[in-house]
């Protein structure tokens, strides 16, 4: 059972998102056909969160145009939000270190939608739903190689009982679970050696070859990644200003603060 569906295709003009203390991130520009690995860059606190949620139907693009899926953001966020995934996003996307993987498993599962056809099939004791389930579950796990005959306690292993690298593919697994069109991964080399990097990047590249549009924040992507900067260079920073001069915060000095003030300020679902 294939977990995915037909990527998405990406294209935004001059999008960012302003908070009360100033931008979270601003003029950033994509062009990305279904299938692509977009790798978002950026020094910490120059909103590369921010564009996750953004382009993923959960954060309100204030300026600009953008468009997931040939979905208009911000005008129809929840049609983007209901096709696209979060994986591995510190406060939105959350592993719960005191549950198991089973448990994280079976909670996402039982949020995916209903099976068609009989009344009684869609109830979660339904024999179809049981089996479309634990197939759904299987491909997640096996699009996301994650083996829970290698955990030290195979489902039962409780999420702080993982190696950084086998969250990263707990996280991946649940966001893909039910068929997304595209994929939003944060913090891709957090705390990863570079092997366990060079492992996490290969297997997103894996997942756009099969179809999924991959959105993923961290260093280290692969060449053939498509390259999205938060933080614009003193040359880009000077031709925004000849065309708006508008002030503008330096994006390197966006804090962590300041960019929760935009996430609250611009909403999420």
């Known amino acids: 059972m294939n977990t995915t569906r037909q990527g998405a295709a990406v294209h935004a003009g001059g999008i960012g998102v302003e908070g009360p203390r100033g931008w979270a991130f601003r003029a950033v520009d994509i062009a990305a056909e279904p299938g692509t690995l977009i790798a978002v860059q950026g020094p910490s606190g120059s909103g590369r969160t921010c564009l996750l949620l953004a382009l993923t139907g959960r954060m309100r693009i204030t300026e600009g145009e953008a468009t997931v899926a040939g979905l208009a953001l911000p005008k ?15 406060g939105v996307a959350d592993l719960e270190p005191a549950l198991t993987v089973g448990e994280h498993l079976k909670e996402r599962a039982l949020l995916g939608p209903r099976i068609q056809g009989s009344p009684l099939a869609s109830l979660p004791w339904g024999k179809r739903h049981k089996e479309a389930t634990r ?8 699009a996301a190689r994650l083996d829970p005959e290698s955990l030290p306690k195979g489902l039962r292993t409780t999420v702080r009982d993982l190696e950084r690298i086998e969250a990263l593919r707990l996280s991946v697994a649940l966001g893909l679970m039910h068929g997304p069109q595209l994929l939003a991964v ?48 003193d040359t880009e920073a000077a031709k925004a200003a000849k065309a708006d001069p508008t002030p503008v915060q330096d994006d390197a000095d966006t804090t962590e603060e300041e960019a929760a003030d935009a996430f609250a300020e611009a909403g999420r679902a």
């Open 76 to 90: 129809r966020m929840g049609s983007v939000r209901s096709r696209t995934a979060l994986a591995h996003v510190p």
């Open 135 to 142: 197939a759904r579950v299987d491909a997640a796990l096996a």
């Open 186 to 233: 944060d913090d891709v080399d957090l705390k990863l050696a570079d092997a366990e990097r060079t492992e996490a990047w290969q297997l997103l590249r894996d997942l756009t070859r099969e179809g999924l549009t991959v959105v993923a924040a961290g260093d280290g992507a692969p060449e053939d990644a498509l390259i999205v900067r938060t933080a614009r260079t």
